[in-house]
């Protein structure tokens, strides 16, 4: 039986584009971004697992910014460490507003809305994959496990989908606010 590869191989493997490595990869840490939200931070289950698939989505995106490949497990516990202080700071506002029974101004509500029409203007010009993933995970709010179920792939190539998803909608999203078109 073969010894699994170090954290600092692993992370090779991923900048590599191997899939197995980064299944792996979130397999190895899952439970531990899991137990910094559940049982350090107090939060919910839901609020766990949104946790999880920001911290795993931000991962992906920047793995190549890490300076230290050993470094792996202290920096996705520092990242899991933020994004649960940013839901529970998050959820004080929300809390707040409620409390205060503010409405939000009218400017900000149009701002809002124009900026969710462009991304829907956006996502239209994507391919169907991309739309079908992106609305399961944004606008359906389905975890990395349940999207794989239902599109019959592994729950860490749905994280890579999504981040590959992500940077063509940002590439359209910016040549539409730079006035070019793009595909």
């Known amino acids: 039986m073969q010894a699994p590869p170090s954290d600092s191989e692993l992370v090779a493997r991923c900048r590599a584009g191997d899939e197995d490595a980064w299944r792996e990869l979130v397999e190895r840490f899952s439970r531990y971004v899991y137990g910094i939200a559940m049982q350090a931070f107090r939060l919910s289950e839901a609020d766990a ?4 698939q920001e911290c795993f989505a931000r991962v992906y995106e920047n793995l190549d910014r890490l300076r230290d490949d050993a470094a792996v497990r202290p920096w996705i516990a520092q990242l899991t460490r933020r994004l649960c202080i940013d839901r529970i700071r998050a ?31 956006a996502l ?51 040549g539409k606010n730079s006035g070019g078109s793009a595909v």
Do not use: M, N, W
């Open 124 to 174: 239209a010009g994507l391919s169907g994959d991309c739309r079908e993933v992106l609305d399961r995970f944004f606008a359906r709010d389905e975890s990395y496990r349940t999207i794989g179920d239902a599109l019959q792939l592994p729950a860490g190539t749905i994280a890579s989908r999504i981040s590959r998803c992500l940077a063509k909608l940002r590439e359209v999203l910016e």
């Open 91 to 121: 959820g004080s506002r929300e809390q707040l507003l409620e409390e205060g029974d503010e409405q939000a101004e009218p400017d900000a509500t149009l701002v809002r809305l124009d900026e969710a029409l462009s991304v829907h203007e």
């Open 49 to 52: 697992e949104d946790i999880f």
